[in-house]
């Protein structure tokens, strides 16, 4: 019976995080909001990081639910601690990244900001609700060190993406200044950002690991 309960708390927490993300992201996509500031076709949006890492955490969710709910029937599963450790970091590191784009801005109301992208819920609702789930909800393995390289890897191939995306005259998505024209980048400069994002993956990576590790550790104690 806890058992049941503590599937039954995963299950709700995933599924809000689809059901967040399927709104989100059916705005960003389809422009459903009259208000919405975004002069971007709908297949742009698959060069954003924030996009991509959103998408992948709904996916994951989608995952988890089927898994926990074959659980619940007594049927066979498998492990998806990888998958969701690797969502967790990746979109953290969009939601890190908007609030240190927010603090040079001075604009605190980008984390709020419900109109361009849904950026409140793609930037900051949903980053929160999928480590919430992760560290606290989620009854997966504990992440090893090398795990990092997954998350990693993620960032790594949407970096060589942006850069062929730049190299056959696409837009970079992530180089502007919040309502401005975008900034002139070269190659170079993109590749730096990649760099620069790469390094922020692996650090969240371990930051992460050790507090849903310690956390674990603790209610393996109690229980």
């Known amino acids: 019976m806890k058992n049941n309960k503590k599937i039954i708390n995963v299950l709700i927490i995933n599924i809000i995080i689809i059901l967040l993300e ?3 992201l059916s705005c960003t996509f389809f422009r459903f909001l009259p208000e919405a500031e975004d002069t971007m076709t709908w297949y742009s949006h698959f060069t954003k990081y924030t996009t991509l890492s959103n998408i992948f955490l709904l996916i994951v969710s989608i995952i988890i639910v089927v898994v926990k709910l074959r659980e619940l029937k007594g049927r066979k599963t498998f492990d998806y601690s990888i998958l969701k450790y690797t969502s967790v970091v990746v979109i953290s590191v969009t939601f890190i990244t908007i609030v240190v784009f927010a603090l040079i801005f001075l604009k605190a109301s980008l984390l709020f900001d419900i109109k361009a992208e849904m950026f409140m819920l793609l930037h900051t609702i949903c980053p929160i609700l999928g480590l919430i789930s992760y560290i606290l909800f989620d009854d997966t393995d504990m992440a090893k060190r090398k795990d990092k390289i997954y998350p990693a890897l993620f960032t790594i191939l949407y970096t060589v993406f ?12 992530y180089i502007n200044d919040f309502g401005s024209e975008p900034l002139a980048v070269n190659g170079w400069e993109v590749l730096l950002a990649g760099v620069i994002e790469l390094s922020l993956t692996l650090t969240l990576a371990v930051i992460i690991r050790i507090i849903k ?11």
């Open 22 to 24: 399927l709104f989100a």
């Open 162 to 173: 942006i850069e062929l995306v730049y190299f056959f005259g696409g837009d970079v998505p």
């Open 213 to 223: 590790n310690k956390i674990q550790t603790k209610k393996a104690k109690d229980e």
